[in-house]
């Protein structure tokens, strides 16, 4: 039972989606909403067992389950977690039920809505789980499709230019990302039968002629970087974040991001440990112009939906910034900032969405006053402000201050860069709330009404996360620091092999396989 959980984690909204979507016409709207929210709940519940029997502090990958598609071909399916994954899975799993509990008033094709909700969870999940390179790329590929369907079905007036964006954006960065797999897999051959499997892979790219690891570096790092999205590849994101239907928002930032940011720790710092080394300076200066250039790029936004996108491309420049700087501190609270960001912009994109359901708008201009009338939407709204920004305390406080340590560890600049954009952060996320909370009230907004039973149940359970991941971090770093440790172990190995001109080999590689 522990060696499938993974793998019921996987398939429970797989099966949801096929009940929704072989009974949806004969059940009515609400009880398909409810299908949608007990499959979420179910899957949230084995990521817990996931958790429960996870080996806090063990090395390696845990409840490894595999098995075998077409064995000449080397086609398996493979997956396992380990300290890193473990939290994105969580993470994935919590954020689901609550994005469809958000999504509740939803009215148009509602079984539709929910079957791409469910379907994008599967898929996100088994990309954070995959220990098979192409059963990689089918999750990574699977997550397009819904995420466009619920854009272009659901999302406002420019959706599907925002959706086309989306995907053709992403796609053109999967292209790279197959070319290089199959590369790697036509030199598998010649360790053993061909395999897609992570470790066999890695043994083949450390192998291989430093000129040929750094193109094939290059060839994942694009499609990541368009994922993440790293500047200067993120012009789809506040388009799409702006037009998405709530929900969609609150995925996108809160886990489909996340794809990005793990695809460079797991596979470029893992399998092109020299190659890392060697970029190391070119992506952390682009990591540093995203953070600042999203701060500044928030502060001039006059619709909040589309400066809370902006926040994103800011912060989750943090979270690249601390795993191209190889240190224990700064890699662990790029992980961490994964988990928190998740979190803390998810809830404003939920914050956002209720606001915009009473006022009919976003445009700063057209609100203002509004915590006098509605105190407890307000007052979360303050409390979520404060832990993107990072106040002692909050979630996002410690992995923003690893990330900054350890950065300045090894550059004092980019470190310095990283400490005044928290400072922008700051700044554009208070303005923004006082420009909500504050000033004249508007005649149309005198009689909004206060968050309902429902919403409350939405804000909750992130709001204590928040609070409880701020105040006890080490519930999360834990079980993420063997993990770190020994990636930061194969770069620092291959950095000493290269220096006295011996071959490639990461560290640690045959242990870390299952």
């Not at 099966?15 to 709940?41: F, K, N, S, Y």
């Not at 689901?96 to 791409?116: E, Q």
């Not at 750094?214 to 012009?235: G, I, N």
């Not at 092109?272 to 790029?297: E, K, M, N, R």
Request: charge should be neutral.
């Amino acid at each position: 039972m522990r060696q499938h959980l993974l793998t019921f984690t996987i398939l429970f909204p797989l099966v949801g989606a096929t009940l929704i979507a072989l009974v949806g016409r004969r059940i009515d709207d609400r009880d398909t909403r409810i299908l949608a929210l007990l499959t979420t709940l179910a899957t949230f519940g084995v990521s817990l067992l996931v958790l429960r029997d996870f080996q806090t502090g063990a090395t390696g990958y845990q409840m490894v389950d595999r098995a075998s598609w077409v064995r000449s071909l080397g086609l398996q399916y493979l997956v396992g977690v380990d300290g890193i994954s473990l939290w994105l899975v969580l993470l994935t799993t919590f954020l689901f039920p609550i994005s469809v509990l958000a999504s509740w008033k939803i009215g148009t094709n509602v079984a539709r809505y929910m079957v791409a909700i469910l379907v994008l969870e599967s898929a996100v999940l088994g990309s954070f789980v995959a220990l098979d390179l192409l059963l990689f790329f089918l999750f990574f590929e699977a997550i397009l499709v819904p995420m466009y369907l619920i854009i272009g079905g659901w999302g406002s007036g420019n959706r599907v230019y925002a959706a086309i964006k989306f995907f053709l954006f992403t796609m053109a960065g999967s292209a790279f990302l197959l070319v290089g797999i199959l590369f790697l897999y036509s030199r598998s051959g010649q360790l053993g039968p061909p395999s897609f499997e992570l470790g066999r892979l890695t043994q083949v790219a450390g192998g291989l002629p430093v000129p040929t690891a750094r193109w094939l570096f290059l060839a994942f790092f694009v499609a990541f970087a368009v994922k993440v999205p790293l500047f200067p590849l993120h012009t789809w994101l506040p388009d799409a974040h702006t037009e998405a239907p709530t929900a969609g928002s609150v995925l996108l930032a809160g886990v489909l991001l996340k794809v990005g940011t793990y695809g460079l720790l797991r596979f470029n710092l893992s399998m092109f440990p020299q190659a890392s080394i060697h970029f190391a300076t070119f992506v952390s200066v682009l990591a540093v112009i995203g953070i600042i250039y999203g701060a500044v790029c928030a502060l001039i936004q006059t619709d909040v939906k589309r400066l809370v996108a902006y926040s994103s491309v800011s912060h989750l420049g943090f979270v690249v910034l601390g795993i191209f700087a190889f240190t224990q501190q700064a890699v662990t609270g790029g992980v961490l900032q994964m988990v928190n960001h998740g979190l803390a912009t998810g809830a404003l994109f939920l914050l956002v969405g209720m606001v915009y359901e009473r006022t009919h708008t976003r445009e700063f201009a057209e609100m203002g006053g509004l915590a006098g009338v509605m105190p407890w939407l307000l007052g979360a709204f303050l409390f979520v402000v404060f832990a993107s920004a990072g106040l002692p305390g909050l979630s996002s406080f410690v992995g923003e201050f690893l990330v900054i340590v350890g950065t300045f560890a090894v550059s004092h600049l980019f470190g310095a860069l990283s400490a005044v954009a928290v400072v922008l952060g700051a700044i554009y996320l208070l303005w923004s709330y006082q420009r909500v909370a504050y000033g004249p009230l508007r005649e149309e907004h005198r009689y909004l009404p206060d968050l309902s039973g429902r919403e409350v149940a939405v804000l909750a359970p992130v709001l204590a996360l928040l609070l409880v991941f701020g105040v006890y971090p080490s519930l999360l770093t834990r079980s993420i620091d063997p993990a770190t440790c020994v990636t930061i172990e194969q770069v620092r190995s291959s950095q000493t092999c290269a220096d006295v001109g011996g071959p490639v080999v990461p560290a640690a590689a045959e242990g870390r396989q299952p």
